[in-house]
């Protein structure tokens, strides 16, 4: 709670920090780059532009946010779920719109038990954005967290519908479609 306070008043006080840097060229490059994504020859090349996708995500926010969104990253890497939920929730008080707040809190919540929660973030960042790759990567996981195996197994190929060589994918529908599904594969 500390944070999300902390970041109203750096809001409200400097009002030009929090505003979005968002442009439209940046969505039409956020465009080219996952359309290019479903056309990635290589795992490498696919992680490649997984890395230059998320960048775009997060070059729609303010400094502010973006300051918040690394704290909830790091919170969440230092086994802080709920701190790392009052930065994400703190960014999303800023920016409802950037999608990484939303994954962000939903992976907080997660790691918080709110399955439920979690679910519900996920599906903001995908109704907001469809071709989210990360958003159905962590569907899939939220759902085998759960024991969920062909909810899994549905968002895994979603994923690959937007990713298809994404790094391990290959392997991991291959389990999933194994547990699901009984298939040997």
Not at 173 to 180: G, I, M, V, Y
Request: hydrophobic share 45%.
């Amino acid at each position: 709670m500390r944070w999300r306070a902390a970041a109203l008043v750096l809001a409200l006080a400097f009002p030009a920090v929090a505003q979005p840097v968002t442009t439209a060229p940046s969505r039409n490059l956020v465009d080219g780059l996952l359309n290019a994504l479903r056309q990635a020859p290589t795992e490498d090349a696919a992680a490649a532009l997984e890395a230059q996708i998320r960048a775009q995500f997060l070059e729609a926010a303010s400094p502010a946010v973006r300051l918040l969104l690394s704290r909830g990253a790091r919170e969440l890497s230092e086994g802080a779920p709920g701190d790392a939920f009052d930065s994400f929730e703190a960014a999303l008080d800023l920016e409802p719109e950037l999608l990484e707040a939303w994954r962000g809190r939903a992976r907080s919540r997660a790691e918080l038990g709110d399955t439920p929660g979690a679910v519900r973030d996920l599906q903001e960042v995908l109704r907001r954005e469809p071709r989210h790759f990360g958003a159905w990567q962590d569907l899939s996981r939220v759902a085998e967290g759960r024991g969920d195996w062909k909810g899994a197994l549905a968002a895994w190929q979603k994923l690959l519908e937007v990713d298809p060589r994404s790094p391990g994918a290959q392997t991991r529908l291959r389990d999933l479609r194994r547990r699901a599904l009984g298939e040997d594969t």
